[in-house]
């Protein structure tokens, strides 16, 4: 059997292929080229694409695509063969700089935000040298950036890569303050924590509501769900076990660094976890990772729900995004060092987070924003929707004592002062987890716990990197025109934590007193996606992206409107879909179950003794009632929907499907799950809760 280093990153044009296939030159200007971020000469360019057509073909493919992530959230691809026609009626495999370079996919359907009319079909795609080429299904797949004719992004991936751009330039002003000069760019690392389900393919199939939304829009609670704790960490079932490790070993030939892989609390609810990477590739290799789940699970029978909440009354999905940032010399800038200038240092990059994050908590907010994980956050499961820090104990009595000015520790003599002390020996795990916090510092990164599990991790590392980049360049303004700068660094930081401790929490995050509490400190508390939304085209936030070039006015505006517009189309084929298995499934068969019981109690009447038909005359009524009441519960939904185009605003249109459609969903659920309880299982038209939860044994 092959080992795994024989094989990992065996499906990928990673540097390792590079320094084989290219003549030394040329790799070294591509390296040059990629490091640099200046554009790629179409002769170099055409030196690549030729020995990246030949690796590729070597590996089986026959054709290539530019693989691109427009804002539907999920990526995209057109496939084109290698082969160009040759005399004699044969043909030849060719691939050129120009193809490997840019690419016109029809970007007509892809959403835009009224940035493009629809017969305007033009949509450039261009390669991003950052992220290895590699091979998916046969087919070279190229990672590009997609824009508009007129050049404003249309993807995911662009606004990353501007944000990562703007991050660098500013921390790297801030760590030149600090003496290293040898520091060439900072990067953000991320390392995506993906939370799924697995359920049989068979019960998957008979149920609408998972087919179409992705999630049950009806379910009572089954007798055994997650209240004992046993599933979490538990011994993983044969048939899991296979499915994980052929994901893993899919992954490795993508060079993905699956590392760690477990059940989660909710029955059929599992965890995949990566190694850390660069953010631009963490994404990309994101998006792979939740195809390959999904295609995977199908070929053992199985369906992988990636839906925030697909199941009520249990755990949701959720995406934990661990950021940190590093220098391209080897510095965890999130690492305090042992020495008083890297304590310093160390203290700066942490107090530009709090700073960001207050400043910015409705950005924050925004990037997990979707009609999906409003189900989750705020439940037992995910932070509620105030946006907070956890620092831990130790780092928290850090700042406190350098804003009071007081002695930190009972031995220490003097205040602390910056640039001076060597802060105490801070281990890596100086304090336990907060599994409630929504942004906690883990000891050497902050791991954001917002994020819904089918998201793409580009959105919230936008705000993060734009966000982090504004502190880091005020901090930068005021410290670079410093005359005694030990003095103004140590006040910088003492003013910073005194203007944002608001942000810092390092209680329990599911407790209802932290809402109350959150907001009698100013904090936000955005409970849905239309409530936050409006934020994105506030005047700072607008503001903040222009002044750092990561998204223009225009893009900002569309972003808005096609966020606002998949929330309004993603509860419309809810509400849809649930009328359908009212009108369809669920009332008949409720009625024919009414029609069984009365004619039991009909024959039961008849026979020459008295029979007992309290059974059967307490049921009927009862049903008879609960079918009554959905009835006309139905009949104003739908009468609702009638309506629910008649806004001008998209605004407007999101707050009434929240308010009046979303709304009049759970009223019809709840007497449908009271329904489902009365009702004879082989008469209900749809798998049950226990029934999908403990389908795979």
Known sequence: METVSKYFGAHVFNDTAMKERLPKDTYHLLQQTIKNGKHLELGLANVVANAMKDWAIEHGATHYTHWFQPLTGIT??????????????????????????????????????????????????AWDATSYAFIKDNTLCIPTAFCSYGGHALDKKTPLLRSMQALSRQALRVVKLFGNEDVRFVETTVGAEQEYFLID???????????????????????????????????????????????????????????????????????LAPIFTTTNIAADHNQLTMELMQKIAKKHDMVCLLHEKPFAGVNGSGKHNNWSLSTDTGINLLNPGETPAENAQFLLFICAVIKAVDDYQDLIRISVASASNDHRLGANEAPPAVVSIFLGTELSEILDAIEKDVPYGSKEKEMLRIGVHTLPKFPKDTTDRNRTSPFAFTGNKFEFRMLGSSASISDANVMINTSVADALMQFADILEQSDDFEADLHMLIRNTIKAHKRIIFNGNGYDDQWVREAEERGLLNLKSTPDCLPYLLHDKNIKLFTRHKVFSLEELKAQYDIQMEGYCKIINIEALTLLNMVNKDILPAVS?????????????????????????????????????????????????????????????????????????????????DEMEDKTRSTAWPYPTYGAILFSVK
């Open 76 to 125: 995209a691809e057109k496939h084109d063969s290698f082969i160009s026609p040759a005399t004699g009626g044969k043909v030849i495999m060719e691939f050129s700089g120009k193809e490997l370079i840019q690419g016109e996919p029809d970007a007509s359907s892809f959403p835009s935000g009224g940035l493009r009319a629809t017969f305007e079909a033009r949509g450039y795609t």
């Open 201 to 271: 393919k068979s019960v998957f199939e008979k149920r609408k509501d998972l087919i179409y939304t992705g999630r049950t829009l009806f379910g009572a609670k089954p007798p055994k769900g997650q209240e004992l704790d046993d599933h979490y960490f538990g011994a993983i079932k044969p048939r899991v076990l296979a499915y994980m490790k052929e994901l893993d070993e899919e992954l490795w030939k993508l060079g993905i660094l699956a590392k760690t892989e477990h059940n989660e609390v909710a029955p059929a609810q599992h965890e």
């Open 592 to 672: 024919g179950f009414i029609g069984e019981l009365g004619r039991t109690y009909q024959q039961k009447t008849a026979m020459p003794f008295a029979a007992d038909v309290s059974y059967e005359e307490g049921l009927i009524k009862e049903l008879s009632a609960l079918s009554g009441s959905l009835y006309q519960k139905k009949v104003s939904l739908e009468q609702a929907m009638e309506i629910r185009n008649d806004f001008a605003d998209i605004g407007a249109q999101a707050r009434y499907y929240r308010d009046v459609i979303f709304a009049s969903m759970n009223d019809i659920r709840t007497v449908v």
